[in-house]
C-alpha cells in the first residue's frame, strides 16, 4: 500500500488519527488526514466538558462536525471517552456519591445514544488506574462513587448501543512488568469471567525518553488478547526525530503485527505542529506536512 490505511488493511487492520474540529478546514491538514486514515478519534469534542456542558443539556456540534466527516469520507469513529476523572464539565467535578454516580451513567447512556450506529468504538473508561506501584485504582471523584463504577458504565454503554465495541483505554499499561498492566490486566480477566460487557483494551502509547517503547509489547498486547478481547494502539505518538524515533514507531507497529488480535493503530494528531505536545515533534508529518522518517518506517513496516 502507498498509504497507511491501505498498508494496514492488507492486514485487515486500520490506522488512525486523532482529529481536532477546528483544523478541518486547514486543507493541508485536511487532505492528509483523508488520504492517510481510515479510524477517527475526537481530540476533544467528544469529552464530557464537551458534550454535557451543562448538566443534562448535551451538545454535540463539535463532536458532529468530526463524525460527519469521517462518514461522509467512508470512515470509522472510534469514540472518545464516555467517563473519565479528567476534562469533566465543571458542574461534574465537585459531585460525588449517588447523584455522581448517576450523572456519570446519564452520561453515557445519552451520548452512547445519540451517536448509536454510528460509533464504531468507544473508549466507555479511560485512564481510572492509578500510576506507580499499586496496580490499584487511580482515586478519583468516579473512584469514590465505588469500585464497581467501570463496570456499571460499560453495561450502560452496551445497552445504550449493542452495536458498538467497547472498550477500556489508559497509558502506561505497555510495559508486562509494570504494576498498573498488571491492574488493568486483573481487571479485563475480571470483567470478562463475570461476563461484563467489554470487548478490547485500548493502549494510549504516549511515548517519550523517559517512557520509551518496551521490548516486551508484544508480550503485552499478547497476554491481553488471550483474555478474550481485542487490543488497539489507540493514541500512539514518540517524542524525538529521525531515525531513533522512526525505529521506535516501528517498533510499535511490530508489536502489534505480531498479536492477531490486535486490530488497529491511532496516532494522537496529523502533523508534529498539531500535536498536544506543544513543543514536540512526536507524529509522522512534519509541521508542513511532508513525511518524516517514521512515516517511511511505519509504512515499510506495515
Ligand atoms: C489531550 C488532547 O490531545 C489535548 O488537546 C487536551 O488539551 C488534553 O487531552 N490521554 C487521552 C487524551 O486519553 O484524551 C488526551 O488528549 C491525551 C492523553
Avoid at 477546528?22 to 466538558?49: C, H, P, Q
Avoid at 476534562?87 to 445519540?114: C, D, E, I, K
Avoid at 512534519?286 to 517514521?294: Q, V
Wanted: glycine share 8%; hydrophobic share 35%.
Amino acid at each position: 500500500g502507498s498509504t497507511l490505511q491501505a498498508a494496514a488493511s492488507e492486514s485487515g487492520r486500520y490506522f488512525g488519527t486523532a482529529i481536532a474540529a477546528n483544523r478541518l478546514s486547514d486543507s493541508t491538514y485536511a487532505t492528509i488526514a483523508n488520504r492517510e486514515f481510515t479510524m477517527i478519534t475526537a481530540e476533544n469534542e467528544m469529552k464530557m466538558d464537551a458534550t454535557e456542558p451543562s448538566q443534562n443539556q448535551f451538545s454535540y456540534g463539535n463532536a458532529d462536525r468530526i463524525v460527519n466527516w469521517a462518514r461522509s469520507n467512508g470512515k470509522q469513529v472510534r469514540g472518545h471517552a464516555l467517563a473519565w476523572h479528567s476534562q469533566q464539565p465543571g458542574w461534574m467535578q465537585n459531585m460525588s456519591g449517588t447523584s455522581l454516580r448517576n450523572a456519570m451513567l446519564n452520561h453515557v447512556t445519552q451520548v452512547a445514544t445519540y451517536y448509536r450506529g454510528k460509533i464504531h468504538t468507544w473508549d466507555v473508561v479511560n485512564e481510572a488506574f492509578a500510576d506507580g506501584s499499586s496496580g490499584g485504582r487511580r482515586d478519583s471523584n468516579l473512584q469514590r462513587t465505588g469500585n464497581d463504577w467501570i463496570e456499571a458504565a460499560f453495561r450502560a454503554a452496551r445497552a445504550a448501543d449493542p452495536g458498538a465495541k467497547l472498550c477500556y483505554n489508559d497509558y502506561n499499561t505497555d510495559n508486562w512488568s509494570h504494576a498498573k498492566t498488571q491492574g488493568v490486566y486483573s481487571m479485563v480477566r475480571d470483567f470478562k469471567s463475570r461476563g461484563v460487557p467489554i470487548d478490547c483494551v485500548g493502549f494510549q502509547a504516549h511515548f517519550n525518553s523517559g517512557n520509551p517503547v518496551p521490548s516486551n509489547y508484544d508480550t503485552t498486547l499478547r497476554n491481553f488478547a488471550a483474555l478474550g478481547v481485542d487490543v488497539q494502539i489507540t493514541e500512539l505518538d514518540i517524542e524525538g526525530s529521525g531515525s531513533s524515533q522512526a525505529q521506535q514507531y516501528q517498533g510499535v507497529v511490530q508489536a502489534c503485527l505480531s498479536v492477531a488480535r490486535c486490530t488497529g493503530i491511532t496516532v494522537w494528531g496529523v502533523r508534529d505542529s498539531d500535536s498536544w505536545r506543544a513543543s514536540g515533534t512526536p507524529l509522522l508529518f512534519d509541521g508542513s506536512g511532508n513525511k518524516k522518517a517514521a512515516y517511511t518506517s511505519v509504512l515499510n513496516q506495515l
